[in-house]
């Protein structure tokens, strides 16, 4: 039977994220100012220890991001991709681009779900269960997007599946550098250039006409 502690740290999370969060029914800069909040919290209550001033997580982080900002610049150079990422839908929450990726995405959601899941819930799960732990703590992280994956019509059960493979390469290089910070920032690779690749796309067509 888990420790009651260990059973509280993999319930909060989905809780938040799946029934709480979403019925405080707050504006983005609430969400994020909420998030970070609970992802502090979390991190003390639970002994999170994110090491974010590891050298080698950030020497690891910054190969792992600019691969990715290198994979989307290539999708932006080749017609066939760049059309469809200008098709894809502007999924910006009604503020400025500035904001959204250089607030939100960084502080509301890369930094709060690091901060609960690789620096804290799953090296728990791993003091406990070893190998096993870090399976349960991706399969946490993609669970808890059940609900945003809902509210964006998304298919719930792509995105569990394609969040849970990204929550186990974050753990991957979490636990390669001991340290949060290069999962965090090839989160912060992907989700902004997510966002920003699908605008830039536009601009560069209407340039071409």
């Not at 039977?1 to 260990?6: L, R, V």
């Not at 991709?81 to 904001?99: I, K, N, Q």
Request: proline fraction near 6%; hydrophobic fraction near 50%; aromatic fraction near 4%.
């Amino acid at each position: 039977m888990p420790h009651p502690k260990t059973l509280a740290a993999l319930a909060i999370p989905l809780i938040w994220s799946n029934h709480l969060l979403p019925a405080l029914n707050l504006d983005v800069r609430g969400r994020t100012a909420a998030n970070t909040g609970y992802a502090l919290a979390y991190a003390v209550a639970f002994g999170g220890d994110p090491n974010l001033l590891s050298r080698r997580g950030l020497r690891a982080g910054a190969v792992a991001a600019a691969t990715v900002l290198s994979g989307y610049a290539a999708a932006l150079a080749i017609p066939a991709t760049r059309r469809h990422l200008a098709g894809l839908a502007d999924r910006g929450p009604g503020v400025s681009t500035l904001e959204w990726t250089a607030l939100h995405i960084p502080g509301g959601t890369v930094l709060t779900e690091e901060l609960v899941y690789r620096s804290t819930l799953t090296p728990l799960l791993e003091r406990t269960a070893g190998e096993l732990g870090t399976g349960v703590g991706a399969l946490v992280f993609g669970l808890s997007h059940i609900q945003p994956a809902r509210a964006a019509a998304d298919p719930i059960t792509g995105t569990v599946a394609l969040t849970t493979g990204a929550g186990l390469l974050f753990d991957l290089l979490r636990r390669h550098t001991g340290s949060a910070t290069a999962p965090a920032l090839l989160h912060l690779a992907l989700n902004a250039g997510g966002a920003l690749a699908p605008r830039l796309a536009r601009r560069l067509l209407r340039e071409a006409h």
